[in-house]
């Protein structure tokens, strides 16, 4: 219909118009009119585009070959430019794209790779959003969405995984294990100042035995020691009780 001197411009679209081959404007959405047969129209979306970034065998900066895909949003800000100064902008983008998501992978470590997926994904949107404003173009987002690892990275980092869980969980039984001991050198000490809590410890461990489950209990020799203290301290006592009421007599 362009040829006719009629078009209809879409609100997300603008038209960018030739007249005898030379650049004569850019229409706004609605009804448009042109020259006949003098006057060409291209359409251009201002859509946002999603390009997937194919995925792409690259070696870290340690060495370590990956594969990497990534997807990338762009969008046309200029249509003027994105015609103008260049063929093909979403065949040049991906190409751009793939270049720079290599490179900036490949001056990195696995570590930072794995852990610092999000600077890598701003750092890869500002070389590219710095390279495609020539073309009129606006790159929003670039993400790593899939990163795959050879299956002998795989097990080797399972078994850091593993030896990391067990070093942590050796270190907190040996904190429970100092903090115990601690606990123990305190009750030592009160025992030590007062014989009898032990008895009375003991025979606490004695009647939660007993009511777990039927069983002969065997006192140790201590406990018998400690009866016979305790009898020899009220012997000695008894007498020196008694006597100030006999003296009263």
Known sequence: ???????????????????????HGVR???WRFMIPLADKMRKVSLRTVTMPIQSQQVITKDNVSIGVAAVAYF????????????EN?????S?????????VVGRTPLDHVLAETETLNEKIKE??????????VLVELVELKDIELPQSMQ?????????????????IAAEGEALSAGKLAEAADVIARHPIALQLRNLQVLGEIAIERNSTILFPAQLMD????????LDREIPAARDPLSQIG
């Not at 902008?89 to 983008?93: F, K, P, S």
């Not at 070389?127 to 009129?136: F, K, P």
């Open 1 to 23: 219909m362009s040829n006719l001197g009629m078009a209809i411009v879409r609100q997300y679209e603008r038209g960018v118009v030739f007249r005898l081959g030379k650049l």
């Open 28 to 30: 706004e959405p609605g």
């Open 75 to 86: 969008r046309r800000v200029d249509p003027v430019k994105s015609i103008v100064e260049i």
């Open 89 to 93: 902008v979403e065949a040049a983008i």
């Open 95 to 103: 190409q751009i794209a793939q270049t720079t998501v290599r490179n």
């Open 127 to 136: 070389i590219l959003d710095a390279t495609t404003e020539r073309w009129g």
């Open 155 to 171: 097990r080797a980092m399972a078994r850091e995984a593993e030896a990391e869980r067990e070093k942590r969980g050796k270190i």
């Open 226 to 233: 400690s009866v016979r203290a305790v009898n020899t301290f």
